[in-house]
């Protein structure tokens, strides 16, 4: 059963080969925000909650041999 939807959208700038940060926004909407099935909220659908600015980092794992 969906009960949510999340759209994450924002940026990733890579600071050397290996780690990067991340700047986007984070957008939550119940899962009747998307009528049509199509898995995305609707045109027009406003999220019940929303998170910006948010600032994080990543690093690049190693493949192991």
Known sequence: QIVAI????GT???TDRDHAVL???FDD?????DA??????DPGAK???TATDVIDT???VPILP
């Open 36 to 41: 049509d099935g199509d898995g995305m909220p």
């Open 12 to 14: 990733w700038k890579f």
């Open 47 to 49: 999220p019940v909650f």
């Open 23 to 25: 700047n986007y926004t």
């Open 29 to 33: 909407y119940l899962a009747t925000a």
């Open 58 to 60: 990543a690093q690049r």
């Open 6 to 9: 999340v759209v994450v959208h």
